[in-house]
């Protein structure tokens, strides 16, 4: 997906200004936890989402109160359906969940970039009385 040289532009100027809740799940994020690298103001077609990453399809959103008011819910969810279009799960949080624990927050949103625990080697699991 292209990226035109406007969001590009926005999503660094985010970079510089990043909200404390943005900063304190930042913290945790660039020590690639799990081995997940994430992105920060990561442009993704017309949108820069908070947070990505790219290996697991992943985008993170905090949403402060602002994101309850006027409009905003409707042009969230059309940015949510855009991204899942794309073929990205989108995880938004409110910025006082972070802001309470962002260490916790951090881990179960690389506890839902992981890989799953268990996989069946060669197709599903044998159904009951099948084994």
Same mark, same amino acid.
């Given at each position: 997906m292209?990226?035109? $040289?406007?969001?590009?532009t926005?999503a660094r =100027?985010? +970079?510089?200004s990043?909200?404390?809740?943005?900063?304190? #799940?930042w +913290?945790e994020?660039?020590?690639?936890p799990?081995g997940l690298k994430? +992105?920060r103001q990561?442009p993704i077609?017309?949108?820069?989402v908070d947070?990505c990453?790219?290996t697991a399809?992943?985008v993170v959103?905090i %949403?402060?109160m602002?994101? /309850?008011?006027?409009n905003?819910?409707? $042009?969230d969810a059309?940015r =949510?359906r855009?991204?899942n /279009?794309n073929?990205? =799960?989108?995880i +938004?949080?409110? *910025?006082?969940?972070? #802001?309470? %624990?962002?260490?916790?927050t951090?881990?179960?949103?690389?506890a839902?970039?992981a890989? !799953? #625990?268990h996989? !069946?080697? /060669?197709? !599903?699991?044998?159904r *009951?009385?099948?084994?």
């Open positions: 292209p990226q035109t $040289r406007p969001v590009v926005r =100027t985010l +970079r510089k990043m909200t404390l809740p943005e900063v304190l #799940l +913290r994020f660039r020590q690639r799990n994430f +992105r990561h077609g017309p949108y820069v947070f990453c790219l399809r992943m959103e %949403d402060g602002a994101h /309850d008011a006027g905003r819910p409707a $042009r059309i =949510t855009f991204l /279009d073929g990205y =799960t989108v +938004r949080l409110s *910025a006082a969940r972070v #802001l309470a %624990d962002a260490v916790g951090a881990g179960a949103i690389v839902c970039g890989e !799953p #625990l996989r !069946p080697a /060669d197709g !599903p699991p044998p *009951a009385g099948e084994e």
